[in-house]
């Protein structure tokens, strides 16, 4: 039987400070999710709104008339307009936006309502929301527009707040057309200095189309970010930016005066801290808002003063005043609330807050509590009616939370993989009393069962902990247990006749997949005694034999599911379904690892569900998902529903589902919209039976929860846990409202519940093994030692043979093989990488090149010559080249034909003139091209195009050239080196046979000078050893094998031998003579002289003779070798100096050839520049021409719109004319009607016809003096029936029989009200259409005015076009001459060393001088004219002054002879004048007068004279003194310089004794004060004593 009823939203919370206002002088609302809040500021009550369509977009108030209006999130969405608090809908508006609204505004003084909508029109929309009539449009207007406010005293006028400018919109209306025009202020660092911003043309501007002649450049300064707006009671702006400025802007004159400048010296710091985020006007002054404080602020002129400060403790970004402004209303983003009253200076009162940040879950404690979970880790507890009671900051990242059915707490889940206990059984201070962490991932699944005997816990894997869930038992981990996948969704079901615990998981398929799954594992756990060894092994895994596991698969992948009694709940997201599935019995039995396939019972179609939730009673289903809604089934009759909008699905819709323990309320949470939602289940009569059960199941568990919740109050943060919460894992700090501690963040590096299990065990082992353990190391210690000695008694076996492991050892070299394959391919990887830069490098920077380049170095200098390098020309660019030149070709041709018919002389001339102004240094150098234009001839676009060509080809022409000569000297420097080497080489063969040890100079090629060198390497640069394999070192040892044998017979004497002989080398040298020595006689080293024979003395006296003879020879011989390397060394200088001075020259040419490629340089940039700037004209004139047709079209719709509306201005005058001609007749008609009445009645009663009341008369005179140019006040609907109800109570006051004559009959009185008020009807239309067609005439004026500014325009665009022509083809024909003149023949002005010549134009000697000629005759002209002007100025003054002296004397006489117009004559008067001799006399006197007036005139005229000419010499003989006294000043100033130097010293001197007395008489006037301060204390303490004594204290008195 379905006992659903309906939902009802119960309340409502959550605070994003999207958009605040008030709807009356004490209630304020604001958007909460898919509702609207109402909040009280006085009772602080809530109530909620529904909305009703999908989401609540922008939304706005009017508290003057009690308005709110939304807009609604969905495609094409509405504006809904509500009245308050009867929350009737007055209106719902339809506009052209397709997705949603930006902002929504309400005028203050009418039905009117604006709003901006977002892609893809961006379109600002106008409405009467009384009418649901569309006033206007703009589309593509509203891009960026962040806020839109209405100006308060004129509704024809919005300001839009956009994140760069400020937008100014002006409605313009002729009767009932209504049109949107715009003005725009930017506002940017140049309104700094106060000047008035200029406005940028905009579509709806005076220049709609956006056309405007702008230069060529143009420097924009930074724009500023204007932050907040508010209106003046002048109608003008108040604008805060983000920078910290402070302007006010006039929207009619779009000036900008800056009121506060944070940059400024004088700036008052605190209002630079704090900002301007929200602005808004008040009794007091102008309220500002910034971070953490609300400024009060005076505006005087331009001066800016805090009057009043309060200081909050978060935030504020929006700040209104209540309709009476009394009460401020101030909002933050971290969801507070407050209220100041200032002008009472009140304190600043919070009255909602509600925290900040999206919900993360939310779940019901018992019937009467609920708690919610903020994702940055806020837990709060609510009421049934939705008041906070407590709060508590856990300071971290939070994922899950759930309430335990059995104890007050909650156990959340943080991102760190802790499970965190917070004792809730304190409602106004909650506290946490236990942590547990279990996990490294953020912990995703936390779920009780219905018994609160166990806490299943799941995170993203595949393993699910059971904690204990009784306090009594705190809160101990029983074990864990591991399931075939990740966990999707987790869910329980507990058995009270059983006792058991069923556990529902739905696991993935893969690792891959985490979305959806078909696996479901069903775990059935006793609900007592496994706690036990016997249960849980060492490392905490659940045993088996204790749980009972079944496994199911089903067909289509499921998303999420519940467990109910004996079936199964389950969305599937591919069907789109909810599906059902019956499970078997308790008695039924399949094995453990037998999968059993479902299939479902019943399939519903559903929404798009995420989330499922079962009631405790079992009998409802609740499904939500990001749509938004929830549906609430019967599980018995799944096919009916029932439904309730709670979130928006543009933010994500629903994110958690919670019924309450009585199964009537249900709690729901935003994705994104952070609101939470509370909503009542209306039900039918249920039967009474399963009332019955709900009270004994609830009486059951009430003593168990009183005792959990006794000992959970008790419960203190175990010493285990002190000790894990050191600094290195938490820190704790008091909560938000004071309540508890809390931890404020977590460290990752703690371990696990699973790892201190294990790390546990591994302990408790390593004690029990310890002594196993220390004998398996001796004997593995034994082995090691026997294996090494064996392996020195055998050195000559492998290491494999002493192995006891092969395979292990085979394992490692394996692993090591595969180590070194990963390396070497990281390496060759790297290698190839390289090679391949080193490739495109080469490929770019050295093949491309035709020349490279290259280097010469002098040999005894610094000096170095450097070439051209070149790339090989493309053939685009010798195509180029070819085309032009045949072009030239043909023009040449040309040129020379029409040349031939002219004179001889005349074309030699040209030539010699042409010769002249072609000549450049590389003509010099003897580089032309016989195809380049001449300099005065280029003046088309093409020519000059063609001229840079062979420009080019010119400037590679001269570096080719240059190069030649390089390489010449490049090759000469190469052989000079191979001198010097051979050189070198004989005179080191000489030193040898010297015996000298001397240092040569060997000069050689750098890298710069020979750079291929760079490409290769040498075998010395590689320091590294080179690595061979076996393979390589084989083939290395064949390669050294024939050169062991060339070294053999190096050593062989007779292969030398041999050699010498067939080389001829066996003849003696001549140098040899130097190592020749004669063998000295036998006898002469054994016998001494006078022993010795004749024969032996001459074979002796031969003996010195030759070897006197041989030092002879050996002396000269070492004379000619010395000489001989002195002439090679003498060589090789002269040689190198030779090529050192031939570098020069060449280093010389390369000047002159720099020279040349400069100025050809010069020439092709001068000519780009010309093309640039051709190019730049020629876009400008597109521009332009675009901005002419433009404005063209838009000049036709001006002239379109200015035709219809004359047309409709000239209709709507002759309904005018005709109007006020009928009000004519009825007052001509007025006797008529009165006939059969006497005159005399008539006339008394034409009176009365003529009366008007006189509030009637003032509203008339009132409306007829206020022009509608001004259009500040509104005249719609409302207004028209007001002033018509004036008009109708001004009649009837009048048609009350008191002002009725007397004597008139009752019947003539009422004819005569009726034609009254027929008349004063009629006047009332007529004005009111008077009124229209003014408004209309000044509405087709504006058009007129922008017809005439379109006009002008175009006529300024023409003009601008016209001379942009001219300037461009003026600018082909001022071409840039580039000339080669000598010194002395160029005039400048000596100002600057580097002048600037581009102004400066080439003539003729002569020609200068004629000017200057003709400037001194014009010279003397000038000032002759000047004279003559100064004569004509002198008299023209003189007349003035006698003219204005006459102007004054008319002036007298005209007002006398007013006065004697004015002047009353009593009868003596009339009398007297009757009297002509009395006139005469008057006349003569008068006459007299008259002259006497004259002379004193004359008199005072000469006066005037004499003090002219008087002034005249005082002013020369001031000249005089004031010459004098410069003099005098210039001789005084001399002296006292000469003063001041003399005396400096005498000066020191005596400040010096001055400062010395100061600093005496200070300390002096120290001492003193301190005495008589010391003397006016005792005489203070006499004076108490004594007045104590004289006037004893009553409280002394009573104490006696």
């Known amino acids: 039987m379905n006992y659903l009823k309906g939902l009802e939203i119960r309340w409502a919370q959550g605070f994003?400070?999207?958009?605040?206002?008030?709807?009356?002088?004490?209630?304020?609302?604001?958007?909460?999710?898919?509702?609207?809040?109402?909040?009280?500021?006085?009772?602080?009550?809530?109530?909620?709104?529904?909305?009703?369509?999908?989401?609540?977009?922008?939304?706005?108030?009017?508290?003057s008339r009690g308005i709110f209006a939304f807009s609604e999130q969905k495609l094409n969405p509405p504006i809904f307009v509500y009245s308050y608090p009867k929350l009737q809908l007055n209106s719902q508006l339809k506009g052209t936006a397709k997705l949603?609204?930006?902002?929504?505004?309400?005028?203050?003084?009418?039905?009117?309502?604006?709003?901006?909508?977002?892609?893809?029109?961006?379109?600002?929309?106008?409405?009467?929301?009384?009418?649901?009539?569309?006033?206007?449009?703009?589309?593509?207007?509203?891009?960026?527009?962040?806020?839109?406010?209405?100006?308060?005293?004129?509704?024809?006028?919005?300001?839009?707040?956009?994140?760069?400018?400020?937008?100014?919109?002006?409605?313009?209306?002729?009767?009932?057309?209504?049109?949107?025009?715009?003005?725009?202020?930017?506002?940017?660092?140049?309104?700094?200095?106060?000047?008035?911003?200029?406005?940028?043309?905009?579509?709806?501007?005076?220049?709609?189309?956006?056309?405007?002649?702008?230069?060529?450049?143009?420097?924009?300064?930074?724009?500023?970010?204007?932050?907040?707006?508010?209106?003046?009671?002048?109608?003008?702006?108040?604008?805060?930016?983000?920078?910290?400025?402070?302007?006010?802007?006039?929207?009619?004159?779009?000036?900008?005066?800056?009121?506060?400048?944070?940059?400024?010296?004088?700036?008052?710091?605190?209002?630079?801290?704090?900002?301007?985020?929200?602005?808004?006007?008040?009794?007091?002054?102008?309220?500002?808002?910034?971070?953490?404080i609300v400024h009060c602020l005076e505006i005087k002129r331009m001066s800016i003063n805090i009057t009043q400060a309060w200081q909050l403790e978060r935030p504020v970004t929006t700040a209104i005043f209540s309709p009476d402004n009394e009460i401020l209303l101030l909002s933050s983003n971290t969801g507070q609330i407050y209220t100041l009253n200032t002008t009472h200076s009140d304190p600043v009162l919070k009255i909602l807050d509600v925290l900040s940040g999206s919900f993360v879950t939310a779940a019901w404690l018992n019937s009467d509590i609920c708690v919610s979970l903020r994702k940055p880790g806020e837990l709060q507890l609510w009421s049934a009616d939705g008041v906070c009671l407590s709060s508590l900051s856990l300071q971290t990242e939070v994922t899950s939370m759930a309430c335990c059915p059995i104890a007050h707490y909650a156990a959340v889940g943080t991102s760190t993989g802790h499970v965190v206990f917070v004792d809730l059984s304190n409602e106004k201070q909650p506290r946490m009393v236990h942590r547990v962490h279990l996990y490294k991932t953020p912990v995703v699944h936390l779920v009780f069962d219905q018994g609160g005997h166990y806490l299943l816990s799941s995170a993203s894997t595949s393993h699910l902990y059971v904690v204990n869930a009784r306090p009594s038992k705190l809160f101990e981990v029983i074990g864990y247990t591991v399931f075939p996948g990740w966990i999707l969704s987790l869910s329980t079901q507990y058995i009270r006749d059983s006792e058991q615990v069923k556990v529902l998981a739905l696991c993935s398929d893969t690792e891959s997949n985490r979305q959806d799954g078909s696996t479901l594992v069903l775990i059935s756990l006793p609900a007592r005694n496994i706690a036990g060894s016997d249960c849980v092994d060492r490392h905490g895994c659940l045993s088996s034999h204790i749980f009972k596991v079944s496994r199911y698969k089903v067909a289509d992948a499921l998303a999420f599911c519940g467990l109910?009694?004996?079936?199964?709940?389950?969305?599937?997201?591919?069907?789109?379904?909810?599906?059902?599935?019956?499970?078997?019995?308790?008695?039924?039995?399949?094995?453990?690892?037998?999968?059993?396939?479902?299939?479902?019972?019943?399939?519903?179609?559903?929404?798009?569900?995420?989330?499922?939730?079962?009631?405790?009673?079992?009998?409802?289903?609740?499904?939500?998902?990001g749509d938004g809604l929830l549906q609430i089934r019967d599980i018995s009759n799944m096919d009916q529903h029932v439904d309730l909008w709670c979130h928006s699905f543009r933010l994500g819709g629903v994110k958690s589902v919670s019924f309450s323990n009585d199964s009537l309320k249900v709690l729901t949470t935003g994705v994104n919209d952070h609101s939470l939602v509370c909503t009542n289940l209306r039900i039918k009569d249920m039967d009474a039976g399963h009332g019955n059960e709900d009270a004994q199941s609830s009486q059951a568990m009430t003593h168990t929860i009183e005792s959990e919740n006794l000992i959970l109050s008790g419960l203190q943060v175990s010493p285990d846990d002190t000790t894990k919460l050191d600094a290195k894992t938490v820190i704790w700090a008091p909560c938000v409202d004071g309540s508890g501690n809390s931890p404020l963040h977590t460290s990752t590096s703690e371990p696990t519940w699973m790892e201190s299990r294990t790390e546990a065990v591994i302990i408790e082992d390593n004690k029990h093994y310890a002594e196993k353990k220390k004998e398996l190391m001796n004997t593995i210690q034994e082995i090691r030692n026997s294996i090494e000695t064996l392996c020195r008694e055998n050195p000559d076996l492998p290491e494999e043979t002493f192995n006891l492991d092969d395979e292990w050892q085979n394992r490692l070299e394996a692993i090591a093989e595969q180590e070194a394959?990963?390396?070497?391919?990281?390496?060759?990887?790297?290698?190839?990488?390289?090679?391949?830069?080193?490739?495109?490098?080469?490929?770019?920077?050295?093949?491309?090149m035709k020349v490279k380049r290259r280097t010469l170095q002098a040999f005894h200098s610094g000096m170095e010559v450097q070439n051209y390098p070149l790339k090989e020309r493309t053939e685009k660019e010798l195509k180029d080249l070819h085309m032009v030149e045949k072009i030239r070709k043909l023009e040449m041709g040309v040129c020379n034909i029409s040349s031939t018919q002219g004179d001889e002389h005349e074309g030699e001339g040209q030539k010699a003139s042409s010769s002249v102004f072609t000549g450049s240094f590389s003509y010099n150098l003897g580089f032309s091209n016989p195809y380049m234009y001449d300099h005065f001839s280029v003046k088309t676009i093409e020519q000059r195009i063609n001229q840079i060509i062979l420009l080019q080809d010119l400037i590679y022409s001269l570096?080719?050239?240059?190069?030649?000569?390089?390489?010449?000297?490049?090759?000469?420097?190469?052989?000079?080196?191979?001198?010097?080497?051979?050189?070198?080489?004989?005179?080191?063969?000489?030193?040898?046979?010297?015996?000298?040890?001397?240092?040569?100079?060997?000069?050689?090629?750098?890298?710069?000078?020979?750079?291929?060198?760079?490409?290769?390497?040498?075998?010395?640069?590689?320091?590294?050893?080179?690595?061979?394999t076996p393979e390589q070192k084989k083939e290395e040892k064949k390669s050294e094998e024939p050169n062991q044998l060339a070294a053999q017979q190096k050593d062989d004497p007779k292969a030398r031998a041999w050699d010498d002989m067939m080389n001829a080398v066996l003849e003696v040298k001549k140098e040899c003579i130097?190592?020749?020595?004669?063998?000295?006689?036998?006898?002469?080293?054994?016998?001494?002289d006078s022993d010795l024979s004749d024969k032996e003395k001459k074979v002796l006296k031969e003996y010195e003779i030759k070897v006197k003879d041989l030092n002879e020879k050996k002396e000269k011989y070492r004379n000619s070798v010395e000489t001989e390397i002195k002439k090679l060394q003498e060589s090789i200088m002269e040689s190198t100096k030779r090529f050192d001075e031939s570098l020069c020259e060449l280093m010389e040419r390369r000047e002159q050839f720099e020279m040349a490629i400069k100025q050809e340089e010069l020439r092709i940039t001068n000519l780009q520049v010309s093309l640039c700037d051709d190019e730049e004209m020629r876009n400008q004139m597109q521009e332009l021409k675009l901005q002419l047709k433009k404005t063209r079209a838009y000049q036709d719709e001006i002239e379109v719109e200015v035709n219809r509306h004359e047309d409709k201005v000239k209709q709507f005058h002759q309904d005018y004319d005709s109007i006020v001609a009928e009000d004519k007749v009825l007052d001509k008609e007025f006797r008529k009607y009165f006939s059969d009445v006497p005159n005399p009645v008539v006339d008394l009663l034409y009176k009365l016809f003529k009366r008007r009341p006189r509030a009637l008369m003032m509203n008339t005179q009132t409306n007829t003096q206020c022009s509608l140019l001004e259009e500040n006040r509104p005249r719609g609907s409302s207004s028209a029936s007001d002033g018509r109800s004036k008009v109708l109570k001004a009649i009837k006051d009048l048609d009350a029989p008191v002002n009725m004559p007397e004597g008139l009959s009752p019947s003539i009185w009422e004819r005569f009200c009726k034609i009254r008020r027929a008349k004063i009807e009629s006047e009332h239309q007529v004005t009111l259409k008077a009124l229209t067609l003014a408004e209309m005439q000044a509405f087709l004026q504006r058009r007129r005015d922008e017809q005439n500014a379109a006009l002008q325009e175009i006529k300024d665009?023409?003009?601008?076009?016209?001379?942009?022509?001219?300037?461009r083809n003026q600018h082909l024909i001022n071409t840039t001459v580039h000339l080669i003149l000598k010194s002395g023949q160029v005039m400048v002005p000596q100002r600057d060393l580097m002048s600037d010549n581009k102004d400066i134009i080439l003539v003729h000697r002569s020609v200068y001088d004629d000017l200057r000629k003709e400037i001194r005759v014009l010279e003397k002209k000038v000032i002759d004219n000047r004279m003559k002007r100064n004569a004509f100025l002198k008299n023209l003054k003189q007349e003035e002054w006698k003219n204005r002296v006459l102007r004054k004397t008319i002036e007298d006489l005209e007002e006398k002879q007013r006065d004697i117009r004015m002047f009353r004559l009593t009868h003596v008067n009339k009398t007297d004048l009757n009297n002509r001799e009395k006139v005469r006399n008057l006349e003569k006197h008068l006459d007299l007068i008259e002259k006497v007036h004259q002379k004193k005139v004359q008199e005072r005229i000469k006066k005037t004279e004499l003090y002219k000419e008087q002034a005249v010499k005082i002013t020369k003989e001031n000249a005089a003194l004031m010459e004098q006294l410069q003099k005098e000043n210039m001789a005084v100033a001399q002296l006292r310089n000469i003063l001041e130097v003399a005396d400096s010293e005498e000066n020191a001197a005596s400040q010096r004794d001055e400062r010395n007395q100061e600093v005496v008489q200070k300390k002096k006037l120290k001492d003193l004060s301190s005495a008589q301060g010391r003397e006016l204390e005792l005489l203070r303490a006499e004076l108490q004593r004594l007045t104590e004594r004289n006037f004893p204290s009553l409280d002394l008195l009573k104490h006696h």
């Not at 990281?826 to 491309?848: F, P």
């Not at 570096?959 to 420097?973: I, S, T, Y």
């Not at 130097?1074 to 001494?1088: C, G, R, S, V």
Request: aromatic fraction near 8%; proline fraction near 5%; hydrophobic fraction near 35%.
């Open 16 to 63: 994003t400070n999207k958009t605040i206002g008030f709807v009356d002088s004490r209630t304020a609302c604001y958007t909460c999710g898919n509702h609207i809040c109402f909040l009280n500021m006085e009772t602080k009550k809530q109530s909620v709104f529904k909305c009703p369509g999908r989401g609540v977009g922008a939304l706005t108030t009017n508290s």
């Open 100 to 292: 949603d609204y930006t902002c929504v505004t309400l005028s203050n003084d009418g039905p009117y309502l604006a709003a901006v909508s977002f892609l893809p029109d961006h379109c600002i929309t106008v409405w009467n929301w009384e009418t649901a009539e569309l006033i206007c449009a703009q589309p593509n207007a509203g891009k960026d527009i962040v806020s839109l406010v209405f100006n308060p005293l004129n509704w024809l006028q919005l300001c839009a707040l956009g994140t760069t400018s400020l937008t100014v919109w002006n409605i313009e209306k002729s009767a009932s057309f209504h049109v949107l025009k715009s003005r725009i202020v930017e506002l940017s660092e140049d309104s700094i200095v106060g000047r008035p911003l200029l406005t940028i043309p905009t579509v709806t501007d005076k220049t709609p189309h956006g056309a405007s002649v702008t230069p060529k450049t143009s420097i924009k300064a930074r724009l500023l970010t204007p932050s907040a707006i508010c209106w003046t009671a002048s109608s003008e702006l108040y604008v805060g930016c983000e920078e910290g400025f402070l302007f006010l802007v006039d929207p009619d004159s779009l000036s900008v005066s800056l009121l506060y400048n944070p940059k400024s010296a004088d700036a008052n710091p605190e209002i630079e801290k704090s900002g301007f985020n929200g602005l808004t006007l008040g009794k007091e002054g102008l309220i500002s808002v910034g971070k953490e």
């Open 564 to 625: 109910g009694v004996d079936q199964v709940f389950a969305f599937c997201c591919r069907n789109n379904t909810i599906q059902r599935f019956l499970l078997h019995q308790d008695g039924e039995s399949f094995p453990t690892q037998e999968v059993v396939h479902l299939t479902p019972e019943q399939e519903v179609e559903a929404h798009s569900a995420v989330t499922l939730a079962l009631s405790p009673h079992g009998l409802w289903l609740a499904s939500a998902g």
């Open 821 to 848: 394959e990963r390396v070497r391919k990281e390496i060759q990887s790297n290698i190839a990488e390289k090679r391949r830069c080193a490739e495109v490098l080469k490929r770019e920077c050295w093949d491309s």
């Open 959 to 1028: 570096k080719m050239g240059f190069n030649g000569d390089f390489e010449v000297l490049h090759r000469q420097k190469v052989q000079e080196l191979k001198r010097v080497k051979d050189k070198n080489r004989h005179i080191r063969e000489l030193m040898i046979e010297l015996n000298m040890e001397e240092e040569l100079w060997e000069p050689s090629l750098t890298d710069r000078e020979w750079p291929e060198r760079l490409l290769t390497v040498d075998p010395s640069e590689i320091k590294a050893e080179k690595y061979l």
């Open 1074 to 1088: 130097l190592k020749m020595e004669i063998p000295q006689p036998d006898f002469a080293l054994n016998k001494p």
């Open 1357 to 1367: 665009l023409n003009e601008a076009i016209e001379r942009l022509h001219r300037e």
